[in-house]
T-cell receptor
Framework: NAGVTQTPKFQVLKTGQSMTLQCAQD?????MYWYRQDPGMGLRLIYY???????DKGEVPNGYNVSRLNKREFSLRLESAAPSQTSVYFC??????????FGQGTRLTVV | QKEVEQDPGPLSVPEGAIVSLNCTYS??????FMWYRQYSRKGPELLMY????GNKEDGRFTAQVDKSSKYISLFIRDSQPSDSATYLC?????????????FGKGTTLSVSS
């Protein structure tokens, strides 16, 4: 089983460039999440989607946009990358009120 | 969002020791709890999930929840070097906007052989 798949695994961007991080899950989960993980900061929620067609801001949404393309896919877009967005990004999915499963992460460096 | 507090460690123990990892949470409306293990440069891997007070056991791992004191624990028996990782606790529930999942900052564990 693939579970939660994220692409790309690594990316280097120049300040001001844009990019989209892709996430797909094959577990028929209704909820999907984007987190960033920084040293000493733990996992911080950027955006989440409780169900297809809905998205909501998390703890650190500034500088990001999301799209819940369908039930399987949830993308995260950086419109104008900044060095402060250098981080490891994780996508996760779950049924409502159950445990979440994570992808393997995207390591993003903004120079 | 309410917080989940977790001692970051690092925690170093010899092989075979019993390890106790602890978290406190503040939002009593969030009724389910998870422990994740994260190896270096990998995604978090679900270890335990529970929604009730008391103990839940899975092999060498026991998750304990005390809702009256808002305290959650993970015990690892007969710890192995392969248990060396960062352990994340999480508290989840449903708010007005949908499902929310709040993580502690993680405790780094090192088990020496």
């Amino acid at each position: 089983n693939a579970g939660v798949t994220q692409t790309p695994k690594f990316q280097v961007l120049k300040t001001g460039q844009s990019m989209t991080l892709q996430c797909a899950q094959d577990m028929n989960h209704n909820s999907m999440y984007w987190y960033r993980q920084d040293p000493g900061m733990g996992l911080r929620l950027i955006y989440y989607s409780a169900s297809e067609g809905t998205t909501d801001k998390g703890e650190v949404p500034n500088g990001y946009n999301v799209s819940r393309l369908n039930k399987r896919e949830f993308s995260l877009r950086l419109e104008s990358a900044a060095p402060s967005q250098t981080s490891v990004y994780f996508c996760a999915s779950s049924f409502t009120n159950t445990e979440a499963f994570f992808g393997q992460g995207t390591r993003l460096t903004v120079v | 969002q309410k917080e989940v507090e977790q001692d970051p460690g690092p925690l170093s123990v010899p092989e075979g020791a019993i390890v106790s990892l602890n978290c406190t949470y503040s939002n009593s409306a969030f009724q389910y709890f998870m422990w994740y293990r994260q190896y270096s440069r990998k995604g978090p891997e679900l270890l335990m999930y529970t929604y009730s007070s008391g103990n839940k056991e899975d092999g060498r791992f026991t998750a304990q929840v005390d809702k009256s004191s808002k305290y959650i624990s993970l015990f690892i028996r007969d710890s192995q070097p392969s248990d060396s990782a960062t352990y994340l606790c999480a508290n989840g529930g449903v708010n007005q906007a949908g499902t929310a999942l709040i993580f502690g900052k993680g405790t780094t564990l090192s088990v020496s052989s």
